[in-house]
Each structure stands twice: as structure tokens, then as C-alpha cells.
């Protein structure tokens, strides 16, 4: 199993350009979400899923979209590049709510 | 609202001694899930050790060891005989309820002296 897979690793973006970030699981996980991890915090909560079609937005969804066709994808979608979304993002999954979330490796956006 | 503090931005230990990371939480919830993540400069999330509150045991996974005050909402990590591969960075989670996600504290930078 790859578990939870991210691309692209980096990705430089001028401002106003748009994006999406890449988010696959072959664990058939019900659960996935999407975080941002800034400098000195932790990780937030950016938008989630509970299964195929279903979404909801968490802590900081602003200026992001998502969606869910399969079980396996969750792509993050980036609708106009800010500097403000300068972060490292995580892809996660779980099998059940409240279990343990296993994190794909991350990908470093830096906005100009 | 549920919380997650790490007070020690920073812990430095021996090689081969032990050292202890704090963490404590706030939450209305009386069943949940408590877990320690370890992030090295690779920057992968890591689990380290899961603790459900229901259970009084201690969780124990190799040299990582927990210590769980489900009162006192307190839910410290153990290493022990660590390694230079520990130095990273710790984070402690708390399952934050309805949408699944992991709260996080900020994070306890561990440095490993040989």
C-alpha cells in the first residue's frame, strides 16, 4: 500500500494564479481531510470529507475548495493564490472518525 | 472550546537518557482519542502512540510510553534510552468531535545530544 499520496512535493504560485493540490489513499479510508501547517502552530483544519460526495469546511477554508468523486481522491483547489496561503499542506485519512489520521508527505506552497 | 497546549516549545536530552514531553488538553467529551505525532525535518506526520480515555493502562509502544491523567487532563509522553533519530518535532492531538479533525498543540522541538 502507497498509503496517502501528495502532489506536487512544491509549488511556487504568483498571486491570483490558481491550483490544486493532489490527495490520493488506497487504504479505503472513509475519512480525509485537508490541513495547513504554519510556522510556530499547528496543524488547522482546512475543509473535510466523510465519504464520496460529501464535504464540509473546517477551521480556515477560506479562499479553498474541495470535492469528493471517489473514495480515494480529495483534491484542494486554490481559487485565486494569496501571499496569506504561503504554508505547508497536509493531506490526511482515517478510518473511522476519531481515529488516528495517517498524513501524506506534505506539500510546500510558497505564493509571490 | 477544545484545546491542546504543549508548554515546552523546546526539550533537549542526552543520548541514551530519558526525557519527558507534556501536554495537556480541555474537552467536554467523556470518550475520545488522545495521540502523540513526531515530525522530523522530512517534515512526514508520524504517529507515534494512541491513548483512548476509556482505558486506565497506560499506552506503551517500545521506548514511548504514556502517561494519561484523565482527570487532570494531562497526557504526557515518555521516551526512553532515546535515539538520535527522536530529534524532531512533537506534537499531541486530541480528536476535536463532530468533524473529525485533530486539534493540535504548537509543537515541542526535541533535540537528541550524542
Known amino acids: 500500500n502507497a498509503g496517502v499520496t501528495q502532489t506536487p512535493k512544491f509549488q511556487v504560485l504568483k498571486t491570483g494564479q490558481s491550483m490544486t493540490l493532489q490527495c490520493a489513499q488506497d487504504?479505503?479510508?472513509?475519512?480525509m481531510s485537508w490541513y495547513r501547517q504554519d510556522p510556530g502552530m499547528g496543524l488547522r483544519l482546512i475543509h473535510y470529507?466523510?465519504?464520496?460526495?460529501?464535504?464540509d469546511q473546517g477551521e480556515v477554508p477560506n479562499g479553498y475548495n474541495v470535492s469528493r468523486s471517489t473514495t480515494e481522491d480529495f483534491p484542494l483547489r486554490l481559487l485565486s493564490a494569496a501571499p496569506s496561503q504561503t504554508s505547508v499542506y497536509f493531506c490526511?485519512?482515517?478510518?473511522?472518525?476519531?481515529?488516528?489520521?495517517?498524513f501524506g508527505p506534505g506539500t510546500r506552497l510558497t505564493v509571490t | 472550546a477544545q484545546t491542546v497546549t504543549q508548554s515546552q516549545p523546546e526539550m533537549s536530552v542526552q543520548e541514551a537518557e530519558t526525557v519527558t514531553l507534556s501536554c495537556t488538553y480541555d474537552?467536554?467529551?467523556?470518550?475520545?482519542?488522545l495521540f502523540w505525532y513526531k515530525q522530523p525535518p522530512s517534515r512526514q506526520m508520524i504517529l507515534v502512540i494512541r491513548?483512548?480515555?476509556?482505558?486506565?493502562q497506560n499506552a506503551t509502544e517500545n521506548r514511548f510510553s504514556v502517561n494519561f491523567q484523565k482527570a487532570a487532563k494531562s497526557f504526557s509522553l515518555k521516551i526512553s534510552d532515546s535515539q538520535l533519530g527522536d530529534a524532531a518535532m512533537y506534537f499531541c492531538?486530541?480528536?476535536?468531535?463532530?468533524?473529525?479533525?485533530?486539534?493540535f498543540g504548537k509543537g515541542t522541538k526535541l533535540s537528541v545530544k550524542p
Open positions: 490526511a485519512s482515517s478510518y473511522l472518525l476519531g481515529l488516528e489520521q495517517y
Open positions: 470529507s466523510v465519504g464520496a460526495g460529501i464535504t
Open positions: 491513548q483512548e480515555a476509556y482505558k486506565q
Open positions: 487504504m479505503n479510508h472513509e475519512y
Open positions: 474537552t467536554s467529551e467523556s470518550d475520545y482519542y
Open positions: 492531538a486530541h480528536y476535536g468531535g463532530s468533524q473529525g479533525n485533530l486539534i
